[in-house]
Antibody, heavy 122, light 111 residues
Framework: HVQLQESGPGLVKPSQTLSLTCTVS?????WNWIRQSAGKGLEWIGR???????NYNPSLQSRGTISIDTSKNQFSLKLISVTAADTAVYYC???????????????????WGQGTTVTVSS | QSVLTQPPSVSGAPGQRVTISCAGS?????????VHWYQQLPGTAPKLLIY???NRPSGVPDRFSGSKSGTSASLAITGLHTEDEADYFC???????????FGGGTKLTVL
């Protein structure tokens, strides 16, 4: 039974860097970060493959970086230049990844961490 | 404002049937991307409820079903239980946004 656990500071000052780590109990191919704030609902942040290749939500405007350490069964998120708008519950999630008959890549999330609350405030 | 539009709230009495809609466009659901549904109980992380439009993960009761047509999708819950009271989110992929997107969520109240 796969488990995911987020860890990191709960309070970050404006303009600084938010850093979170997700520890997983077993391997998979794709891992994701998703956040949930009161004002914007669920928002996909990005994903990383075990090779290290990553994709990001363009709305982050290149502020985010996702990395992976397969030897530690961990992947991490760094978000620079944070503002109050980055205050949210941050979830890590395992990706359910498949292709349909037309070759379209499909993405869903079949396992989630419990979430960690990050507040951006001075 | 989400690109996938859901009603903010729905309600029903125990035993009744409710549906939750998810309206998209030709750049996401209408482009052929599958729709997935999540249930979020109060104070917990979302849980995958329906994937690939109509499929239930192991352990999800068959009272939950999904459908997709054109640029929209629906989640149906039959035989409502009080423990179904939760927020429900749809999710798909958008080729114009180059990424995953979620609906704004629907709060289900079991009266």
């Amino acid at each position: 039974h796969v488990q995911l656990q987020e860890s990191g500071p709960g309070l970050v000052k404006p303009s600084q860097t938010l850093s979170l780590t997700c520890t997983v109990s077993s391997g998979s191919d794709y891992w994701n970060w998703i956040r949930q704030s009161a004002g914007k609902g669920l928002e996909w942040i990005g994903r990383i493959y075990t090779s290290g290749a990553a994709n990001y939500n363009p709305s982050l405007q290149s502020r985010g970086t996702i990395s992976i350490d397969t030897s530690k069964n961990q992947f991490s998120l760094k978000l620079i230049s944070v503002t109050a708008a980055d205050t949210a519950v941050y979830y890590c999630a395992r990706e359910l990844h498949y292709y349909d008959d037309s070759g379209y890549e499909m993405i869903a999330f079949d396992m989630w961490g419990q979430g960690t609350t990050v507040t951006v405030s001075s | 404002q989400s690109v996938l539009t859901q009603p903010p709230s729905v309600s029903g009495a125990p035993g009744q049937r409710v549906t939750i809609s998810c309206a998209g466009s030709n750049s996401n659901i209408g482009a052929g991307y599958d729709v997935h549904w999540y249930q979020q109980l109060p104070g917990t992380a979302p849980k995958l409820l329906i994937y690939a439009n109509t499929n239930r993960p192991s352990g999800v009761p068959d009272r939950f079903s999904g459908s997709k047509s054109g640029t929209s999708a629906s989640l149906a819950i039959t035989g409502l239980h009080t423990e179904d009271e939760a927020d429900y989110f749809c999710q798909s992929y958008d080729i114009n946004l180059y990424g995953v997107l979620f609906g704004g969520g629907t709060k289900l109240t079991v009266l």
